[in-house]
């Protein structure tokens, strides 16, 4: 089965979700690619106060993204897994942009963010955005991203909840 993995990241956390789990599904005998999808102009810090950043995020709803290497053909894939830093409760402007554009069938989505965050809302925002619930949604905080033995565990959550959907089991 060949999953597509796309993400944005800026400070490196949503990265590292991205890596671990990349490697632990291809582990699991997934074959998986990974794209990284960038703003045209990437944000400059202070993030907090770009407010280029904050309007994007909040008022335009993403912004124009290029793919770090190749643009991913969506069709060749059995699932797509989509990850994005929460920035001020919501998704990512490229996260945004790329689940508008892009027409995503089997979707799940994984956030990371300081704070607990309510996967239910993730779940509206990714809907009113692409018009499909996804599959699974799941946020990771960053101490757990910080701990590598949380971290591990929550990969181990991560595809275990995935290997369900796609087997078409309950979760
Ligand atoms: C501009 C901005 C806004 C953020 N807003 C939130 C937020 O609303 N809630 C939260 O818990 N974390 C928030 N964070 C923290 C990030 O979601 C968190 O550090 C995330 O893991 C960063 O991902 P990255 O390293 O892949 O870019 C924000 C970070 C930035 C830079």
Same mark, same amino acid.
């Given at each position: 089965m060949r999953i597509a993995i796309v993400y944005y990241s800026r400070t490196g956390?949503? +990265?590292?979700?991205?890596? +671990?789990?990349?490697?632990?599904?291809? %582990?699991?005998g997934f074959m998986v690619?990974?794209?990284k999808v960038i703003p045209v102009r +990437?944000?400059?810090?202070?993030?907090?106060? %770009?407010? #280029?950043? =904050?309007?994007?995020t909040l008022v335009k709803r993403g912004t124009d993204i #290029?793919?770090?290497?190749? +643009?991913?053909?969506? %069709?060749d894939y059995s699932a797509? =897994?989509?990850?994005?830093?929460?920035?001020?409760?919501?998704?990512?402007?490229?996260?945004?942009?790329f689940l508008r554009k892009y027409t995503v069938a089997r979707l799940?989505?994984?956030?990371t963010s300081i704070q607990s965050i309510r996967v239910d809302k993730i @779940?509206?925002? !990714? @809907?009113?955005?692409?018009?499909?619930?996804?599959l699974i949604c799941v946020n990771i905080r960053d101490a757990t991203i910080r701990n590598? !033995?949380?971290? #591990?565990?929550?990969?181990?959550? =991560?595809?275990?909840?995935?290997?369900? =959907?796609v087997k078409g089991e309950d979760i």
């Open positions: 956390y949503t +990265e590292r979700i991205v890596d +671990e789990l990349g490697l632990y599904l291809k %582990n699991e690619d990974v794209y +990437e944000y400059s810090k202070p993030l907090h106060l %770009n407010p #280029r950043l =904050i309007y994007d #290029r793919f770090e290497h190749s +643009e991913p053909k969506l %069709n797509v =897994i989509v990850a994005s830093p929460i920035w001020i409760g919501m998704l990512s402007p490229p996260v945004q942009e799940m989505i994984v956030t @779940e509206k925002i !990714v @809907e009113k955005l692409c018009g499909a619930k996804p590598s !033995v949380k971290l #591990r565990e929550a990969i181990e959550d =991560i595809a275990k909840k995935f290997k369900a =959907i």
